[in-house]
């Protein structure tokens, strides 16, 4: 069975990224962290890959996203996995998630990829559903938010 075949009908899978104007439209709808332009854009440009969810009638206009940050070697970070509110416990997500594992699997370099995330509350369920482990005690994620000029 195909990924896409998970999808509910009149739902379409499209490889590529939002625009930047989706981009952060799906974020903010989401309760994601508020972004600019420029950040949307740089941070299309500089992902491995990506994928968003549309409707069959409207298919430019996402409705759920992810994207994958990566060296294509062997370290992967998933990111901005998002759907909106009106369209979620559609199993969409799980989809955009398993169409991003698979490109890992098929396009990183040979051996073992070693794949990360932020897990907020909401999406533990469908991370661990999907392999995902929590990394405490032994490893713990940090980060640091600067302000950047640009």
């Not at 981009?23 to 968003?52: H, M, P």
């Not at 955009?96 to 073992?112: E, N, P, Q, Y």
Request: glycine share 12%; proline share 5%; aromatic share 8%.
């Amino acid at each position: 069975m195909a990924i896409t075949d998970a999808l509910a009908t009149g739902y379409i899978l499209v490889e590529g990224y939002p625009s930047p104007e989706d981009y952060l439209q799906i974020r903010a709808a989401c309760g994601l962290s508020r972004r600019n332009v420029e950040q949307a854009t740089t941070a299309v440009k500089g992902s491995w890959y990506g994928v968003y969810v549309a409707e069959e009638a409207t298919p430019t206009k996402p409705i759920a996203m992810g994207r994958i940050i990566g060296d294509g070697g062997w370290y992967f970070l998933i990111a901005d996995m998002a759907t909106l509110p009106e369209h979620q416990r559609k199993g969409i997500a799980d989809v955009v998630l398993k169409s991003l594992l698979a490109r890992i699997k098929s396009h990183a370099a040979k051996g073992k990829a070693y794949i990360t995330l932020g897990a907020d509350p909401p999406g533990r369920k469908l991370y661990e559903k999907n392999g995902f482990k929590d990394t405490m005690p032994n490893q713990m994620g940090m980060s640091l938010q600067i302000d950047a000029g640009g």
